[in-house]
């Protein structure tokens, strides 16, 4: 399984960006997509996922609101549009699949290679 994430940059913060990931290597219309984050210092934390359908999806309390998942399961890619961007979501952005259709069931188990977000203040 391969994931390739794009669309990283710098912003000036309340700016938007918009990340996409582009997977191969398995059916990607059967399993779950996240994303997660690493800011500077810290460890990895989740941001956002999305089921099989892309009927369910979840987030972060710290970016609801601002940022939305989405998939498209003809292209095998899954996006996440980035609103009102503060300093705080500057981190390097993963995307990754899960072994199941229900991103609830256990952790993410492929992972990409990241795309770095910075937000200026």
């Known amino acids: 399984v391969q994931l390739q994430a794009s669309g990283g940059g710098l912003v000036q913060a309340g700016g938007s960006l918009r990340l996409s990931c582009a997977a191969s290597?398995?059916?990607?219309?059967?399993?779950?997509m996240g994303w997660f984050r690493q800011p500077p210092g810290k460890e990895r934390e989740f941001v956002s996922a999305?089921?099989?359908?892309?009927?369910?999806?979840g987030y972060a309390d710290s970016v609801k609101g601002r940022f939305t998942i989405s998939r498209d399961n003809a292209k095998n890619t899954v996006d996440l549009q980035m609103h009102s961007l503060k300093p705080d979501d500057t981190a390097l952005y993963y995307c990754?699949?899960?072994?199941?259709?229900?991103?609830?069931?256990?952790?993410?188990?492929?992972w990409g290679q990241g795309t770095l977000v910075t937000v200026s203040s």
């Open positions: 990754a699949t899960y072994n199941s259709g229900d991103y609830n069931l256990g952790p993410p188990t492929y």
């Open positions: 290597g398995r059916t990607f219309s059967s399993y779950a």
């Open positions: 999305i089921t099989w359908s892309g009927r369910i999806t």
